[in-house]
């Protein structure tokens, strides 16, 4: 379902907003969220349409709206404040982030009171060609908390202690490391937003981190993507997105049950 969302109205789950999430996690309880996966902006003058890792430009859905470098630390500690009060006591939070600004995060969420439980890395199959530095192949991923002792964790979700690897290790210890290998969704052909992360990712932390019908939140919804997959796998979900076509991007695979849309060539 998809919303809009006026003054002193009450927020469902299983709904999307087209609002700045500041403005829509103040309408929503505290304590009442179970998980929260996102990626906010990145502060980095970011080029949605620029013709990075093979995309072709004009089928990406313009309008990101990038934080200035120097209001990121305000807007960061912000949205942190609201998702950490909305946050359950047995709930998480993953927060990705590039290494540029990382740094505005890690002392944002300290400030606020999550706990740090993990620093995931997700390496992808490639960064973008560089001259005088190393090649960035690699996203951040904070794995954060309020009360480490309640929060729920469900080692054995994807894979049984007596699981194996072909040559006899542990798959489950494999898949616990902290380092997760997973590519990167390419659409060609279809329409997108310039950012996404991949159904891969998003299933691996539901499946850690929640169960059937817990509600997750995604601040900054962008594609959808969260949404998408804690439907596919029946979980309850709130989103906020600021972009008005982005929104609508959203709200088009969500009413229609579409995990791709192709370019309209008409």
Same mark, same amino acid.
């Given at each position: 379902m998809a919303a809009d969302m006026d003054a002193g109205q009450k927020l469902a789950v299983n709904a999307i907003y087209n609002t700045d999430c500041i403005a829509g996690m103040q309408k929503i309880p505290p304590g009442t969220i179970d998980l929260i996966i996102t990626d906010p902006p990145f502060a980095i003058d970011f080029k949605a349409q620029r013709s990075n890792y093979n995309r072709?430009?004009?089928?990406?859905?313009?309008?990101?709206?990038?934080?200035?470098?120097?209001? *990121?630390?305000?807007?960061? /500690? #912000?949205?942190?404040? /609201?998702?950490? +009060?909305? @946050?359950a006591t047995s709930g998480s939070a993953f927060v990705f982030s590039g290494w540029n600004n990382l740094k505005d995060i890690l002392i944002a969420a300290d400030d606020v009171g999550f706990i740090t439980v993990n620093h995931l890395i997700w390496k992808y199959q490639f960064g973008v060609a560089c001259k005088r530095r190393f090649v960035t192949s690699h996203y951040h991923c904070l794995f954060l908390c309020k009360d480490d002792q309640k929060r729920a964790f469900f080692n054995s979700a994807r894979y049984d202690a007596d699981a194996r690897t072909e040559k006899?290790? #542990? @798959? +489950? *210890? +494999? %898949?616990?490391?902290?380092?997760?290998?997973? !590519?990167?969704?390419?659409?060609?052909?279809? $329409? !997108?937003?310039?950012? $996404?992360?991949?159904?891969?990712?998003? /299933? $691996?932390?539901?499946?850690?981190?929640?169960?059937?019908?817990?509600?997750?939140?995604?601040?900054? @919804?962008? #594609?959808?993507?969260?949404?998408?997959? #804690?439907?596919q796998y029946n979980r309850q979900y709130i989103g906020f997105e600021i972009v008005k076509d982005y929104y609508d991007f959203a709200r088009e +695979?969500? %009413?229609?049950?579409a995990y791709r849309i192709p370019t309209d060539t008409a």
């Open positions: 072709t430009g004009d089928r990406v859905i313009p309008g990101y709206n990038e934080i200035s470098v120097q209001d *990121y630390p305000a807007f960061t /500690h #912000s949205w942190m404040t /609201h998702a950490y +009060r909305v @946050l006899g290790g #542990s @798959l +489950r *210890y +494999r %898949d616990m490391e902290d380092v997760w290998h997973i !590519k990167r969704e390419y659409w060609r052909g279809d $329409k !997108k937003t310039p950012t $996404k992360l991949p159904a891969a990712l998003i /299933h $691996k932390i539901l499946q850690y981190t929640s169960v059937e019908g817990n509600v997750v939140l995604d601040p900054f @919804l962008g #594609s959808g993507q969260v949404a998408i997959v #804690s439907k +695979r969500l %009413d229609n049950g």
